[in-house]
């Protein structure tokens, strides 16, 4: 079934504001919990939780949404090495968890070589469940904050 190129629109722009509102909801958790007076904390313990926010953003937001930053570029990169191929991270509209396909290798023979477009098929990727997801998504974290904490002076 071909979607319309409104209704694509739609679901992007929907997604756009799912991420703009899980992303000012934790800034107001972290502005709640800010409003108390913070112990000192020594430098790095600072970095290590900086280093941990900045992968949260890139795992939550960046990775999700298709930027093409040179992090999220290589963050792809070493997943796609480390897992044997193409893997697309979607929060469908109205779920809160996160769904993970394998693309397949006929389909990226063929062409299809955008994750993130909204037209992939059940031939093209296979949605990850259960074990294996989780051990994705420990990959994914171990991979986006080791990058980060390379990446960081």
Do not use: C
Not at 29 to 39: H, I, K, N, V
Not at 93 to 108: F, W
Not at 142 to 148: F, G, P, W
């Amino acid at each position: 079934m071909s979607t319309s190129y409104y209704m694509q629109h739609m679901l992007l722009q929907y997604g756009r504001q799912l991420t703009t509102a899980r992303r000012i909801a934790r800034h107001r958790q972290a502005m709640r919990l800010a409003s108390g007076e913070e112990p000192e904390i020594p430098a790095e313990t600072r970095r290590r939780l900086m280093v941990e926010r900045i992968t949260g953003e890139i795992v939550e937001n960046l990775l999700l949404t298709g930027s093409e930053s040179s992090i999220v570029t290589e963050v792809k990169a070493r997943l796609a090495e480390e897992l044997g191929g193409n893997v697309i991270f979607r929060y469908p509209p109205g779920e809160l968890d996160m769904r993970i396909y394998r693309v397949n290798p006929a389909a990226s023979e063929a062409g299809f070589d955008d994750p993130q477009s909204m037209s992939f098929t059940e031939e093209s990727a296979e949605e990850i469940l259960g074990e294996e997801k989780i051990r994705i998504m420990d990959t994914v974290w171990r991979v986006a904050r080791e990058i980060v904490d390379d990446t960081m002076l």
